[in-house]
Every structure is written in C-alpha cells, then in structure tokens.
C-alpha cells in the first residue's frame, strides 16, 4: 500500500514488527496525537490500558491458531491525554497491521445508555416502594379501613404504576430514537379533538390547576400517529405542570403554511438561560428548582417529533413562563 493511499484512508493505521513501527499513515498519527511513530519502540511512547485501568500490551508475535488481532478498545495514553481507540489488526509475514478508530462516540454512547439506566432505575424504586407498600398494608388489614380509605390507597397505586409505565415508555423510546427505529402508523388526526383530550387527562391528574385551550378558525387534520402526538402533547402539558407550581397551562392550536402548531405555555419561572442550549438533549432540566423526573421527555419529545417530519422548539423570558411549540405537517395518508 502506497504512502498516498494510506493517507487518504479514514482509519488510522499503524504496522508494528517485534515491537518496532514500520508504518504509520496520517490518520494514525492524528489519532495518537504524535508525528514520532516509525522506527519507534510502541511500548516506550504509549501506554494501554483496558476498561478496568489494567495494562495491555500489543504482541510480538502471531498466536499460533489465527492471524488476527481481534478488536480491543483501549485507552491510550497519548501526549494529549488518554483517548478511547478501537484497534483491530491481522498478521503478515512477521508484521501486526493495526487498524485504528477513534471510539470516542461509542465510550460516550455507553456511557450515556448507562446513565439512562441508572437514571430510570432510580425514578422507578419511588412508585415500586409505594405501589407495594400501600398493596401490603391493604392485604393485610383491608377490613380495617373505611371504604374511602381504599380508594385513596387503590388511587395513588394506579397513579405510581401510571408512573412507571411512562418511564419505561420513555427508555425503549430514548432506545429507538437513537437507533434511528422509530416507528409511526400514521393517520389523519384530529389535532383539536386530541389536545382537548389530553387537557380533560391533564385535569384529572391537576384538579388545581386550570387548563385552557385555544383553537384557531379553521385546524386540518395533522397527519401522524396518533399514539406519540398524544405522548408528546401530554409530555409538553405535564412538564408545564410540575416545573410552574400555580400557573394556569395554555393550550393554542393554529394553522400555518408548513402544518398545525399546538402550542403549551405557562407563567411560571421560565427557562434558565443557561440551560436553553440544552433544553431538549438527555437529562435537561428546564427549571433549576425542579429536580424531579428523568430529564428525559423533552427529548423523547423531540425525537417523536422529528420523527414525523415536524419541529419543536421553545421561548423563555425570566419571570415570563415558557412556551413550547410543536407543528406537525397537515396531509391525507
């Protein structure tokens, strides 16, 4: 393989005989963040290290039953800091012939997965603790209470199991929208029907809170799937009420030229400025004095949205409340 060639490839890659490089194309170099690679010893100038921080060390010389060098992602000590690299190689003639890629993104991916984990395994144990505690006590002493006693209990376990259902919605979502996969039966909607449909829900849960919804002239019908408009509606409405204590929740639907714009505002505190950039990425929290739920809706929000071809977004004033908008394009299947 020419110099020319091999510095025209994506992967970084490297030839190691006894120890010693022989060859290094550009982007290995760039991944090592060193131009010193050939007639260099590796193990003097890099230092390997597995997921556990042990020591790794590339062989000298071929297993006796393959002629691979099966893929490892190591972390490797480099002059600009340690960084995450996927390396994979095979065997000829006495020489390992590296190939390299950074897994930077992947390192980040499970990081990411393992804090949606961790993240939704600790919203869950609340409601499972509930759920099963207000259950025990009802097995055990059910003639002991009055009859309103039991469906306040038998209440708030349908509530928290509610609970925990939307959270496991929302972890195979996260899981679907980042592998692309996400899924739509799309139908001509209601736009207006099902937003006064998630406000009636939304009284239920809030009996407190007044819930308005405004509905331009003329709304066609949104075509979508209904199942995850309804989701995202509920989401926009419910994040409204839990981080604005006390304000009223306004609905607003409105036709426009690239579809129905359904609009959720509020009169709370709005939006922290530095938290604006992130609003609808994993785990962001709108409002600083709010540090209930996953952080996860707005961007399963997003993704539904996108998803059908639509946009979200959102406008804050300090002191003012925030409104989120959502438009989904109008159409016939």
């Not at 144990?125 to 059910?142: C, E, H, N, V, Y």
């Not at 009284?203 to 989701?231: G, H, T």
């Amino acid at each position: 393989m020419s110099d020319q060639i091999a510095d025209g490839l994506a992967d970084g890659v490297l030839v190691v005989r006894d120890g010693v490089v022989t060859f290094a194309n550009e982007r290995a170099h760039i991944l090592l963040g060193t131009c010193e690679l050939v007639g260099q010893r590796f193990a003097d100038h890099f230092d390997l290290r597995d997921d556990a921080g042990l020591y790794v060390a590339l062989p000298s010389q071929p297993p006796p039953s393959a002629g691979r060098y099966s893929e490892h992602v190591l972390h490797v000590g480099t002059p600009k800091g340690p960084r995450p690299i996927a390396m994979t190689g095979v065997w000829r003639q006495g020489e390992l012939i590296l190939s390299l890629r950074s897994a930077a993104r992947r390192e980040a991916g499970v990081r990411s997965q393992a804090d949606i984990v961790a993240t939704v395994a600790h919203e869950i144990r609340s409601p499972l603790t509930s759920i099963k505690g207000f259950t025990r006590t009802l097995l055990s002493r059910w003639d002991r209470f009055s009859d309103e006693q039991k469906h306040t209990m038998l209440a708030t376990i349908e509530d928290d199991a509610d609970r925990v259902t939307r959270l496991l919605t929302d972890l195979l979502d996260v899981a679907r929208i980042d592998a692309g996969r996400v899924k739509l039966r799309r139908t001509d909607i209601d736009p207006v029907e099902l937003v006064n449909m998630v406000a009636d829900k939304a009284r239920i849960r809030a009996p407190d809170r007044r819930i308005d919804v405004e509905v331009d002239d003329q709304i066609s019908p949104i075509l979508a799937d209904a199942d995850k408009v309804e989701q995202v509606i509920t989401n926009l409405v419910d994040n409204a009420i839990l981080h604005a204590p006390g304000s009223p929740v306004h609905c607003a639907i409105i036709e426009q030229p690239d579809g129905v714009r359904i609009s959720v505002a509020d009169e709370g505190s709005g939006v922290a400025e530095d938290v604006a950039p992130r609003l609808f990425t994993k785990f962001a929290r709108g409002r600083s004095d709010s540090r209930t739920g996953t952080g996860l809706g707005l961007y399963v929000s997003k993704g539904l949205v996108e998803a059908h071809g639509g946009r979200i977004w959102f406008e804050s004033s300090a002191g003012d409340g925030a409104v989120v908008h959502v438009v989904f394009p109008t159409g016939t299947p």
